[in-house]
């Protein structure tokens, strides 16, 4: 075994490991920071893969920025454990099935997928920043500058919906 | 590496997500559901990419290039996303006094 399939298969394990804690923990507080760890292991992917800027992106935009939004919105509210009551056991079940058969019925049409060489991974340098940006401010300029109007609308919608009024 | 590897990582992280969605009662765990989702479709979009990686100073339109900032544009939606959802979570909370999402069924009759 190579040492990035070995690095692969622990940062796979932890990313899962810490999605399952996310669901499991009675605290919103914990859940926030298990969701970072496993935010980190995608960025640990994400070097795997050599997308070095979307590694950095990730980790600044969602660990940095999104889970601290979070995290004060949690603890705004002062939610304690027992604050949440839990579905009742039913509901727990069929949720847990109905996501179980799709995880079945997915892995089974990905098993039947044949193995050639088309679905190795190659290696290349196209996740560097020089050529993420080439690609970005030669063919995607106008989405670039549309998501500024977005971030425009989401910061008026958020001042509109979170006033008091 | 194969493929297939990030192919089953991604769909039981997405699993993940979709479970907790179903199965949690507080809005904020199952928006923080949500967001794990987008990320196992963020992973395998960069996984895909690398399955076409060519040398992109030698070929100047690299497809390879172009999944990669979909998912940079799909991280800035979240982040849009985000800031607003959890206005409304803020929102409700302030309403209702809780973040229970079984208050919200004044749709249902």
Not at chain 1, 95 to 110: D, E, F, M, P
Not at chain 2, 4 to 21: E, H, M, N, P, Q
Request: glycine share 6%.
């Amino acid at each position: 075994m190579s040492i990035t399939a070995l690095i692969f298969y622990i940062l796979s394990a932890i990313s899962i490991g810490a999605a399952l804690m996310l669901l499991l923990s009675k605290n919103p507080v914990h859940s926030v920071l298990w969701l970072v760890v496993v935010f980190f292991t995608i960025s640990g992917h994400y070097i795997l893969l050599n997308a070095q800027f979307l590694a950095v992106v990730n980790i600044i935009v969602y660990a940095g920025a999104i889970m601290v939004l979070f995290l004060f919105v949690v603890m705004l509210m002062n939610l304690n454990a027992d604050a949440e009551p839990s579905r009742s056991m039913r509901m727990k079940l069929i949720g847990i099935i109905s996501g179980g058969s799709l995880l079945l019925v997915l892995l089974s049409a990905l098993m039947n997928m044949e193995n050639n060489q088309h679905l190795q991974l190659k290696v290349g340098d196209e996740g560097l920043i020089v050529n993420l940006g080439k690609t970005l401010f030669n063919y995607y300029v106008i989405p670039f500058e549309i998501s500024s109007i977005l971030f425009l609308s989401a910061i008026i919608g958020a001042v509109v919906v979170g006033k008091k009024d | 590496m194969d493929i297939k590897a990030y192919i089953v990582l991604s769909l039981i992280l997405f699993t993940i997500g979709i479970i907790g969605v179903l199965v949690r009662r507080n809005a904020i765990i199952i928006f923080m559901c949500i967001e794990l989702m987008l990320n196992a479709v963020n992973l395998l979009l960069v996984a895909f990419s690398r399955m076409h990686a060519t040398n992109a100073s030698v070929n100047h339109v690299a497809a390879a290039n172009d999944a990669q900032v979909f998912v940079f544009f799909t991280m800035v939606v979240a982040a849009a996303e985000v800031s607003v959802g959890l206005a409304i979570i803020v929102m409700m909370f302030r309403n209702t006094h809780s973040v229970d999402v079984n208050f919200l069924n004044r749709l249902k009759n």
